[in-house]
């Protein structure tokens, strides 16, 4: 399951002001960057009423694994988890959202990492 398409995060300098701009939350098997959306930066920008008030994407690197079934089957969990914990909020700006997986998640399992997620979301004030 991949995320929405109104949830999608795109574009080298999306990714770029959420590096140098974002704030950052970090836990023991994953970082989250969040920033304010910069529309101008969005390519393609179609604007509709079903729009998401979060944009999201995930990073897993080949440290994490060698095999890319491993890191295949950790987006799509994450995708999964996000697109249910995020679609229904609503927030008065638009928030950019990067997670990159740290290369000690592979010591965890499934649920610990879904756990570790909320945990940040919530420090992040993104859910509640």
Known sequence: ???????????????????KQ???FYG???????????PKLQTNRISSKN???????????????????????LRRLFHQHLSNRLSNIRLDDEIWAFISLKPSCMNNHNENLLKECDKLLFKAGLAQ
């Open 1 to 19: 399951m991949v995320l929405p398409k109104n949830m999608r995060l795109k574009g080298h300098k999306c990714f770029d002001l959420i590096y």
């Open 22 to 24: 974002g704030s950052r």
């Open 28 to 38: 023991s098997s994953m970082v989250l960057r969040i920033t304010k959306a910069n």
């Open 51 to 73: 729009e998401c008030s979060i944009k999201c994407a995930i990073s897993i690197s080949n440290k994490v694994s060698k095999k890319s079934v491993t890191r295949n089957k």
